[in-house]
């Protein structure tokens, strides 16, 4: 086993983007209304979220325009809130755009986003923390994953909802269970367990990957590779991975899609992690 390194995103993001576009341009009008795993969205709010995103991370970030929140955030729960508002106003918004407008300002946007990760250092610091995995300050190459695993799972709403290809190959996944895997610690940290307590997850399908959680005394700690004594072993397919990690998939559906050999409390606690702000 071996402590995560840092995973380099940035060459995904152009490739990511034209992906998208391919199935935004084959879509014929009603597949814009289908609706998708991402609540009461439908595929044409999914894109608009998309764009909204692209253009609040070169607005806040890139030219540092200040949006300020309703109230004070001092805690998760407020984050989720504030961040929850911007996006529904961004979804509203997109509304009024048609699927071709949406989809050439996509493209626009999406290329204006990878230059800019593209110019910043991937050891610097962050703008933002990612809080799912717990980092009250993050380096760069965290963020621009947590962008990259956006753009993913957001594209993966929409072909699931149009009934295209996911893209779940290695090229295109390892990196979103990459980044995400990093969220358990943060979504153990109440989770008490004798030292030495180990979590093994493993995601099989078009690609395969094997984690662990360890508990040590200063809490949990995540490792690629499996544990040699594992008090639990959660086996899961790609596709309920992502559902699961990006809130498309509840606790109890999930309980029945995957395999798990030990104590079912720490996959219980599994179940209700999030690679999203929730």
């Known amino acids: 086993m071996n402590p995560p390194a840092p995973c380099d995103t940035m060459d995904l993001f152009r490739p990511l983007l034209a992906e998208l576009l391919a199935v935004l341009r084959g879509l014929h009008v009603e597949d814009w209304q289908r609706p998708t795993a ?79 990760l593209e110019s910043l250092p991937p050891d610097g610091p962050a703008h933002f923390p990612v809080s799912w995995a717990g980092e009250s300050a993050s380096l760069q190459w965290m963020d621009t994953g947590r962008e990259y695993t956006e753009r993913w799972h957001h594209q993966a709403q929409i072909r699931d909802g149009v009934g295209a290809r996911l893209l779940l190959e290695s090229r295109w996944f390892d990196p979103v269970l990459d980044i995400s895997m990093r969220a358990l610690p ?7 367990a004798p030292v030495g307590t180990a979590l093994v997850v493993e995601v099989a399908g078009q690609t395969r990957q094997e984690w662990s ?43 029945v899609r995957v395999e798990v050999s030990g104590a079912w409390e720490l996959a219980d606690a599994l179940l209700q992690a999030r690679a999203v702000i929730v």
């Open 38 to 116: 991402a609540g009461s969205w439908t595929v044409h709010d999914v894109a608009a979220h998309l764009l909204d995103g692209d253009l609040r991370k070169l607005a806040i970030v890139r030219d540092r325009h200040a949006v300020s929140p309703s109230g004070p955030i001092a805690s998760d729960r407020d984050l989720a809130r504030f961040v929850n508002a911007l996006n529904a106003e961004g979804v509203a918004f997109g509304r009024r755009l048609s699927p071709r407008v949406l989809t050439d300002l996509l493209e626009i946007a999406g290329e204006w986003v990878a230059g800019f």
């Open 186 to 192: 943060h979504a153990f940290a109440a989770i008490g």
């Open 213 to 255: 959680l360890v508990r040590e005394p200063s809490g949990w700690a995540l490792f690629t590779g499996r544990a040699a004594r594992a008090a639990t072993t959660v086996r899961m397919t790609g596709d309920t991975a992502w559902r699961l990690f990006f809130n498309a998939l509840q606790p109890d559906a999930a309980r």
